[in-house]
């Protein structure tokens, strides 16, 4: 880990589905988990929507945390992404989920992906999006 | 992703310039807009009820609504706009997606609220995209908000996705 950890430290639970705004929350995360001595764990997942890859996910998500200079676990998650956040936040004792969410289309108008909308309404976590 | 589109195309629908007496009695004007309307969109925009704001738009901020109106005022964007007494009341536009679809919007201030403009903006604009030969258009609406979703169900659009937070609909124009 980059610093060490504190009484604000969590254990986070990123997930990161091949979006622009998923890459965005991985570099926040990263700033943020390196101030406060979190604990991350990134999880990959293929996003229908984006119709993305995991392994090209993993491969990037890994080089950005190279470049950071920060260690995380990967794990890639099967079925369906939402329900499975919430799942393992709870059941591996997470602190909070972290995903990017919110695109803004050409007009303006801002999009909430079907599985942000799953967890910030099924977590028990808190839940923090990036937009 | 895959947007799915009524197979029957709607209307026909009047193009501007119109001119039409709202519920309320008031003449409105229905023309295009183009660049040169910026500032008094501008003016209309800064005044705009925040609560009547929806997924973002219109922004807050007189420097976000000006970037804003950057890229919907473009050249291959369509825009209507309403005006009383020679003040901007609502605004309409049609903005290309990556698919050759347009997306929809629409905005009234909310002193000219339910007296029927909105309807009119909303067939204006799509009369002004079947003379430009647009086709296809689609919109998101907040689940909740039932008075914009009977306003484009009255007009011809269908639900084309509910799944997610917010609702989309669509129309086919040709």
């Known amino acids: 880990m980059g610093s060490a950890r504190n009484a604000l430290s969590m254990h986070v639970l990123l997930g990161v589905g091949g979006s622009e705004l998923s890459y965005q929350a991985l570099d926040e995360t990263i700033d943020r988990a390196r101030e406060a001595g979190d604990d991350l764990t990134v999880a990959v997942f293929n996003n229908e929507e984006m119709d993305t890859d995991g392994k090209a996910i993993e491969q990037r998500v890994r080089e950005t945390l190279d470049e950071a200079k920060f260690e995380a676990a990967i794990r890639h998650i099967d079925g369906d992404p939402g329900s ?16 990017g969410s919110g695109e803004r289309s050409t007009l303006g108008k801002i999009q909430l992906g079907s599985i942000a909308e799953f967890v910030l309404l099924n977590a028990q976590t808190p839940v923090t999006l990036i937009r | 992703m895959i947007r799915h589109y009524p197979d029957e195309p709607a209307g026909p629908f009047p193009a501007p310039p119109r001119q039409q007496s709202d519920r309320e009695e008031r003449s409105i004007q229905f023309r295009r807009a183009d660049v040169t309307d910026r ?17 973002g738009i219109p922004p807050a901020r007189e420097t976000a609504i000006e970037r804003w109106l950057e890229t919907i005022l473009d050249d291959d964007c369509f825009n209507v706009v309403a005006s009383h007494d020679g003040d901007l009341v609502g605004h309409a536009t049609l903005v290309p997606d990556e698919q050759d679809g347009y997306e929809l919007a629409i905005f009234v201030l909310s ?28 919109l998101t609406v907040e689940r909740w908000n039932d008075p914009a979703i009977a306003l484009y169900r009255k007009v011809g659009f269908e639900t084309a996705n509910s799944e997610r937070f917010e609702l989309e609909m669509s129309i086919r124009l040709a």
Do not use: H, K, N
Not at chain 1, 84 to 99: C, H, K, N, P, Y
Not at chain 2, 116 to 122: K, M, Q, R, S, Y
């Open chain 2, 39 to 55: 500032t008094a969109l501008i003016e209309m925009y800064t005044q705009f009820d925040p609560a009547d704001r929806a997924q």
């Open chain 1, 84 to 99: 499975r956040l919430v799942d393992i936040a709870e059941s591996e004792g997470f602190d909070r989920i972290v995903l």
């Open chain 2, 111 to 138: 002193a000219y609220q339910g007296a029927g403009i909105g309807t009119e903006l909303v067939e204006t604009l799509l009369g002004l995209g079947q003379s430009e030969g647009i086709d296809r258009v689609w």
